[in-house]
């Protein structure tokens, strides 16, 4: 039934812009053409595109107008919205529904019958002694990136970046583009922490390639000054002089007005919401950053600090407020409500050459659950086309089918592959399901047996017991197994696995007897370079009873979580 157009006499207060609390300003204009809507927004700007502030700072984007999606006065003029910016909220009486704002010289008392909170979230800070050294700063805001890019043409010559997270990763690439000699530094076990070790290792060779210093498995100690320029100490006495120090180690949610006002924090310190965005306290929704949610996959209840989800959540929250508030001037809603989908987490970043993206979760995020990974190392269009690039892709695989994670990093068509798992896993396919899918195909663009195709084909050969997988990650023991290379000469020459035994894939039709008698009563298990070959070499294997495994992902993948293992032939 269509909603009727009675004059509303609703108002709508939302505390904070950009993503969140714009999608849900504009979403409700378009529910209620009535109602007074007004944005509270602390900063300087009430709407800008964020995510493109690393791009502004290197000068990928010359005009810092680019970034900004709406002025106060362009949101009046096309939405009606009143956008107050420069206005703190500092208070607000549940009961009463009044909302307290400041614009530093006098406080002023508006009241509202639904009020949306979307203050986002404020740049971790550590305690390093130091931190507040004029030279470093944070890259949340549109002021952060003007003195950032005003440095940099400035004649700034060096960078240290403080996070190797998609933020720090596109802040250390924007800085060495821009030509400063750049320092990155982070505290995990490798960068990108979302992202499995094994394709990491892939971003932080590229980053080393075009000439980034990286510090991982270490943190800033201590931040001290020399004549006016940051020296950043490490743990392991590492001393990096700058002209700029980006801090990028993470974000927390600000819930200092929501813990005034009674409304229920998670132990994560983020404001709980339903799935129709509502706080605990009637007649107060929250969306974006502040916010926490429950991940697909793993359950673990957190912020995720992603704009596509901020934006979702803005309309989910805007209908809800249509159907819940009175004065809308509706006189029906649609009885189905919308609600917000537990995340994935998909995401995508730019690292330089290479596209790395992942959805679902990751081997860590899983603990000891039981998975099965498939591993891809294939080119991004058919490989007779000039041009093709490899990407490396894997999928972690639940005992049931279910697909729990995927990631890939490449040159070209990383994106597209891991949003259509995305949309397997929303869908509820399992992982051999993939094999069904219609994706289109042209030379230029993939190929028949497109990387996702051959994810499902391998989970299918998993699934009927085809293939029986070797975990590279666990490690290969040539001690306790007989580990076959059934690449040729060439390949096993420019490095193989130390202990390991050659015997290209052709020969072993007639050589099962020789594997037998090397075997020696051991499980053996067979590798290629990436997969294929040693599936085939382990066919033979077990169609003549012997109990062999074939290495997920083969030597691609031992290169880069066993490294230590490979040795090379002597000339």
Not at 86 to 102: E, I, K, M, N
Not at 445 to 466: E, H
């Amino acid at each position: 039934m269509a909603p009727t157009t009675q004059p509303s006499t609703r108002t709508l207060l939302v505390v904070g812009g950009v993503a969140g609390g714009m999608s849900t300003a504009a979403r409700m204009r378009r529910l209620d053409p009535h109602a007074r809507i007004v944005v509270v927004e602390e900063g300087s700007e009430v709407s800008f595109a964020n995510c493109g502030l690393p791009y502004y700072v290197g000068g990928d984007i010359s005009s810092r107008d680019t970034l900004l999606l709406h002025t106060p006065e362009s949101l009046w003029r096309s939405l009606r919205i009143e956008a107050r910016v420069g206005t703190s909220a500092v208070d607000v009486d549940p009961d009463a529904r009044t909302l307290t704002v400041s614009t530093g010289d006098a406080n002023e008392e508006l009241s509202y019958d639904a009020l949306v909170l979307a203050p986002g979230a404020d740049a971790v800070r550590p305690p390093i002694p130091g931190l507040d050294h004029p030279r470093v700063r944070t890259l949340r805001s549109v002021p952060d990136a003007d003195l950032l890019r005003e440095w940099v043409v400035g004649g700034a010559t060096s960078a240290v970046v403080l996070g190797a997270g998609f933020i720090g990763l596109e802040a250390a690439e924007a800085l060495r583009e821009a030509g400063l000699q750049v320092s990155l530094v982070e505290a995990a076990a490798h960068v990108l922490p979302p992202l499995d070790g094994e394709l990491a290792a892939y971003l932080s060779a590229e980053l080393r390639r075009n000439d980034i210093d990286v510090h991982d498995r270490v943190a800033a100690t201590e931040i001290v000054d020399d004549d006016g320029r940051p020296v950043v100490l490490l743990g392991d006495g590492t001393r990096l002089p700058a002209d700029l120090v980006v801090l990028s180690v993470g974000v927390r949610p600000r819930v200092e007005l929501a813990r005034r006002a009674g409304i229920e924090l998670t132990g994560r310190g983020a404001i709980a919401v339903d799935d129709e965005q509502r706080t605990s306290v009637p007649g107060i929704w929250a969306v974006g950053d502040v916010t926490a949610s429950t991940h697909a996959v793993t359950g673990a209840v957190a912020p995720v600090a992603l704009a596509t989800p901020a934006n979702r959540a803005g309309r989910v929250a805007a209908d809800s407020i249509a159907r819940h508030t009175e004065g809308s001037g509706y006189a029906a809603w649609p009885a189905a409500a919308r609600t917000a989908p537990r995340p994935l987490g998909t995401a995508v970043v730019r690292v330089f050459g290479l596209t790395a993206a992942m959805t679902g979760a990751s081997r860590e995020s899983l603990g000891d659950r039981r998975v099965e990974t498939l591993r891809v190392h294939a080119g991004h269009h058919a490989g007779y086309y000039p041009g093709a690039q490899t990407m490396h892709l894997l999928v972690h695989v639940g005992a049931d089918g279910a697909i729990l994670g995927a990631q890939g990093v490449g040159a070209e068509g990383v994106d597209k592959r891991i949003d259509v798992i995305a949309t397997a896993m929303r869908a509820g396919l399992r992982a051999w399901d993939l094999v069904d899918l219609d994706l289109c195909y042209a030379p230029p663009y993939g190929s028949a047996k497109d990387p996702v195709l051959m994810l499902g084909m391998i989970a299918d050969n998993v699934r009927t017991g085809m293939l029986v997988q070797a975990d590279p990650v666990a490690g290969l023991d040539p001690e306790s197994t007989l580990v076959l290379d059934v690449r040729n000469p060439d390949e096993w020459a420019r490095g193989h696995v130390d202990g390991a035994v050659l015997l290209p894939q052709p020969e072993i039709a007639d050589e099962v007897e020789r594997v037998r008698e090397l075997a020696a009563g051991r499980p053996v298990v067979v590798h290629c370079a990436s997969g294929f070959r040693s599936y085939l070499a382990h066919r033979t294997l077990a169609a003549h009873g012997i109990d062999s495994r074939s290495v997920s992902g083969g030597m691609r993948t031992i290169e880069q979580t066993q490294p230590e293992s490979i040795v090379v032939d002597q000339e």
